[in-house]
């Protein structure tokens, strides 16, 4: 069993899993427990160690080669758990005509157990489109808040 000494370990051993479509390399972050639930974006939650592994395996099968870049994360942790939410932006390696960076937001909870850190949730969510910033109309003094 792979020991990560810090959940930020763990983390990066989970998208690096990811990029090279890795089953194995991937289960070895989560936990071995029926408690653990991963939730893809757009789909159902999964919840067992065996829903889990087998959502990962119809992903990893049938997936192109991607890269995915791991931003803006904010991490609040304590002595037994690790809480990371991260914007994925996933590029497909293999060019297609309208292929574009899909972005996600993620949150990944970690849980320190004997063997070090993993991985206890995945909740992946589409990303919203940036948000528009309004034209502010001509001549009109800005509004006060407070």
């Known amino acids: 069993m792979k020991i990560f000494p810090t959940a930020q370990d763990a983390e990066n051993a989970f998208y690096e899993a990811l990029e090279r479509a890795d089953l ?4 070895a972050v989560w936990a071995e427990d029926e408690e653990v639930v991963c939730v893809h974006p757009g789909g159902p939650r999964l919840a ?5 592994r087998e959502s990962w ?3 990893l099968s049938g997936s192109p080669q991607f890269r995915v ?9 304590g002595m037994m758990f690790a809480v990371h939410n991260v914007i994925e932006t996933f590029a497909m390696l ?3 005509g309208d292929a574009r960076p899909l972005p996600a937001v993620a949150t990944n909870v970690y849980l320190r ?3 070090g850190w993993r991985m206890v949730v995945h909740h992946a969510s589409p990303a ?5 910033t309004p034209e502010a109309p001509r001549n009109t003094p800005p509004q006060m808040l407070h």
Do not use: F, L, T, Y
């Not at 194995?24 to 289960?27: K, P």
């Not at 067992?48 to 889990?52: C, K, R």
């Not at 870049?69 to 942790?77: C, D, E, G, K, L």
């Open 24 to 27: 194995e390399a991937m289960m």
């Open 48 to 52: 067992g160690q065996e829903a889990v």
């Open 57 to 59: 395996a119809q992903i």
């Open 69 to 77: 870049h791991v931003s803006r994360q904010v991490a609040v942790s």
């Open 94 to 96: 293999v060019e297609r």
């Open 113 to 115: 157990i004997g063997a």
């Open 128 to 132: 919203p489109p940036p948000a528009a």
